[in-house]
Nanobody
Framework: QVHLVESEGGSVQAGESLRLSCVVS?????????MAWFRQAPGKEREGVAS??????????TYADSVKDRFTISQDSSRNTLYLQMNTLKPEDTAVYYC????????????????????WGQGTQVTVSS
């Protein structure tokens, strides 16, 4: 069974950086079809932030327009860990961040859709002050 555990988030000032980690247990990260980071701000829907293709893919990463050129998604197979490097943070980046894994073949709703993923982490709070 796959488990995802995010690192502790944090509170930073606008313009600062933060790196989130998501440790995968139960399977090698290299066997996962697709991984992603989502976030949910108070009163808003959970939205896709970034994704990275795994098995059967080409390792391509994709980003929401709101974070492109500021955030970087990556994974380290030796540590079985997914990362999200967040630079030049803005107050509007404040949210609970979740990692997600697509662990089997099934209907694909697109990387931004929650229905495309089978396993979720518990979420971690990121707060950016102006």
């Amino acid at each position: 069974q796959v488990h995802l555990v995010e690192s502790e988030g944090g509170s930073v000032q606008a313009g600062e950086s933060l790196r989130l980690s998501c440790v995968v247990s139960g399977v090698p990260i290299s066997s996962i079809y697709h991984m992603a980071w989502f976030r949910q701000a108070p009163g808003k829907e959970r939205e896709g932030v970034a994704s990275i293709a795994g098995v059967g893919g080409d390792g391509r990463s994709t980003y929401a327009d709101s974070v492109k050129d500021r955030f970087t998604i990556s994974q380290d197979s030796s540590r079985n860990t997914l990362y999200l490097q967040m630079n030049t943070l803005k107050p509007e980046d404040t949210a609970v961040y979740y990692c997600a894994a697509r662990t089997s073949i099934g209907r694909w709703y697109g990387w931004r859709s929650r229905e495309s993923y089978h396993t979720w982490g518990q979420g971690t709070q990121v707060t950016v002050s102006s």
